[in-house]
C-alpha cells in the first residue's frame, strides 16, 4: 500500500474527531461548569421540563422546590438549564405619562391601533 492511503485514514480519523468528539465534549465541559456553579435561590429547568429554585446542594443531588411547599430531590446532571436572573426594566417616566400613568400599555390597546381598517 502507498503512503497516500495512510494519510487518508488518518485525515478521515482527524475529521471524524473534529465533528463528533469535540463538540460533544465541549457540551459535556459546559454542562459541567454550569453545575458546579449551581448556588442556592437559583432559578432552575430540569430535564424533565420542570421549574423550580434551588434550596439544597449536597455532593452529588440538588432539592429543587417545584412549587410554595413542593420539593424535589434530584440527580445534579438532571438539571438542563440555569435561568438567567431577570433585571427590572427601568421605566421611562415620559413614557408612563403617556400611557396615563400605566408603566406598559395594555395587549389591548395595541391590538386595536395596530389593526387595519376593512
Known amino acids: 500500500m502507498n503512503g497516500g492511503f495512510y494519510v ?3 485525515l478521515v480519523l482527524f475529521l471524524l474527531w473534529l465533528v ?3 463538540p460533544t465534549r465541549r457540551r459535556r465541559q459546559a454542562q459541567e461548569a454550569m453545575i458546579d456553579h ?8 430540569t430535564a424533565g ?7 439544597r446542594i449536597d455532593e452529588d ?27 427590572e ?7 408612563e405619562a403617556a ?10 390597546a395595541d391590538a386595536s ?3 387595519a381598517p376593512r
Request: no cysteine; proline share 9%; hydrophobic share 45%.
Open 20 to 22: 463528533l468528539v469535540r
Open 89 to 95: 426594566v427601568p421605566v421611562d417616566p415620559a413614557a
Open 61 to 87: 443531588e440538588v432539592t429543587v422546590e417545584l412549587s410554595p411547599g413542593t420539593e424535589a430531590r434530584l440527580a445534579k446532571r438532571a438539571i438542563a438549564a440555569v435561568l438567567p436572573v431577570e433585571d
Open 49 to 55: 421540563g420542570f421549574y423550580g429554585t434551588v434550596r
Open 113 to 115: 391601533s395596530e389593526q
Open 38 to 45: 449551581l448556588r442556592i435561590g437559583d432559578e432552575v429547568i
Open 8 to 10: 487518508l485514514i488518518i
Open 99 to 108: 400611557n396615563g400613568g400605566d408603566p406598559a400599555p395594555s395587549a389591548a
